[in-house]
Every structure is written in structure tokens, then in C-alpha cells.
Nanobody, 124 residues
Framework: QLQLVESGGGLVQPGGSLRLSCAAS????????IAWYRQAPGQEREGVSC????????TYADSVKGRFTISRDSAKTTVYLQMNNLRPGGTAVYYC?????????????????WGQGVQVTVSS
């Protein structure tokens, strides 16, 4: 059973940066597509970014394009979400999710494994 653990959240001022990590224990993530989602209070969960397993192609929500970057580490045990120029609307619980597949992210709508989430608060 794949277990994902997010870290790196916290309080940051508008315009600041954070890097979230999604780590797997005991397995490598190279055969998994990994996505980041977020859910703000009172709102539905939304997809933020995704990186595919085979080509490492990436997708981003329009609201974060040019500011967020998703990447994998060389050991393929961790996926990162670098978040720059954070806005107050970015306040949410951020989750990473995984799916064992070779399909590109644009074709994925469901993920079977989820982390517990990490809080990101953007406020002055």
C-alpha cells in the first residue's frame, strides 16, 4: 500500500514562496503520476498540478501557471511543488495524490492514493 506524506506547509506573506514535498516510503514514484490538489474552507477541492510517470510531462491549473512548478527528485521518491508569488487565494489544505499509470496527466481524473494534507496559509 503506497503511503504519501506531505510537508513544507506553513504561513507565508503574499508574494512569498513555499516548497511542498510529497514523499513515499519504501517505494519509488517513477511509475506513478502524482498530482497536487488543494481545498480551501467552504470550497470544492481543485486540481493544482500534475506530473506524469513516464515522460514527466506536467499540467497546471490556469490560476497557478507561471508561479508554481512541479518536479521529481532524482531518487524518484519525492515530488515537489514550488509555489512562488503566493496569493491570499492560495490559502488551503494541499494534498498530493498518486496513481500507478503510464497515462499522461491530461487523461487522469481519479487518483487512488492520497496524503493527509498540509496547511498553507497566505496572509499578511
Amino acid at each position: 500500500q503506497l503511503q504519501l506524506v506531505e510537508s513544507g506547509g506553513g504561513l507565508v506573506q503574499p508574494g512569498g514562496s513555499l516548497r511542498l514535498s510529497c514523499a513515499a516510503s519504501g517505494v519509488t514514484l517513477d511509475r506513478y503520476a502524482i498530482a497536487w490538489y488543494r481545498q480551501a474552507p467552504g470550497q470544492e477541492r481543485e486540481g493544482v498540478s500534475c506530473i506524469s510517470s513516464t515522460t514527466s510531462s506536467t499540467t497546471y491549473a490556469d490560476s497557478v501557471k507561471g508561479r508554481f512548478t512541479i518536479s521529481r527528485d532524482s531518487a524518484k521518491t519525492t515530488v515537489y511543488l514550488q509555489m512562488n508569488n503566493l496569493r491570499p487565494g492560495g490559502t488551503a489544505v494541499y494534498y498530493c495524490a498518486a496513481r500507478h499509470t503510464s497515462y499522461p496527466c491530461k487523461d487522469l481524473y481519479e487518483f487512488g492514493f492520497w496524503g493527509q494534507g498540509v496547511q498553507v496559509t497566505v496572509s499578511s
